[in-house]
């Protein structure tokens, strides 16, 4: 099930939210500032063990986290890549941090997820490419299973809003 809403992330009550993060995975600005802040310091303290272990996340990766205060469970966090015009893997890497974010979840006994639009701020990726490649990916990502995760697409922004809401209509 897909589910699209207007919203801030960090008032989405799913059992887990995706932040897109960078690979320090120690927070920055847009929706991973926001996410660490709502959060609180359980937040950055998890990320900090997962560098300790890991060095952390590489571009299309994900890991999990706990949510600190947040209504969510659990914070996925994925690194979207940066749009370098599309020469160097973005739109496979940007899939990937679509597809490792739900396994996550999977994994996890994750059964809501909530993404945000990935990519699409200070990344540059273009905001209708990168809706294409988040809705087919979790498309075929869920007709190859049979569990129910409900999947919902977090749109800041009225633009991106727009954008999912034209993609996601039956045809």
């Known amino acids: 099930m897909i589910e699209l809403v207007q919203d801030d992330i960090t008032r989405i009550e799913a059992d887990a ?9 120690l927070g920055g600005g847009g929706v991973d500032g926001a996410i660490h802040r709502a959060g ?7 990320c900090r063990k997962i560098r300790a272990r890991q ?4 571009t299309g990766e994900a890991v999990i986290t706990t ?3 947040l209504p969510a469970k659990f914070v996925i966090h994925t690194v979207g890549p940066v749009w370098h015009g599309g020469h ?5 890497l940007l899939r990937s941090a ?12 994750v059964r809501s997820i909530a993404f945000p639009n990935i ?12 809706a294409e490649i988040a809705i087919r990916s979790v498309r075929e990502f869920l007709a190859a299973r049979d569990d129910s995760l409900k999947v919902i697409f977090v749109c800041f922004d ?9 993609l996601l209509a039956p045809a």
């Open 119 to 130: 990519s699409t701020g200070v990344y540059r990726f273009p905001k209708e490419k990168a």
């Open 17 to 25: 939210i995706v932040n897109a993060a960078n690979s320090s995975l």
């Open 88 to 92: 160097n893997q973005e739109e496979a």
């Open 158 to 166: 009225s633009e991106n809003y727009r954008l999912y809401q034209r």
């Open 98 to 109: 679509y597809t490792n974010s739900l396994q996550c979840a999977i994994e996890n006994d």
């Open 55 to 58: 060095g952390g996340c590489p």
């Open 40 to 46: 609180g310091k359980a937040i950055l303290e998890a």
């Open 67 to 69: 949510a600190g205060n």
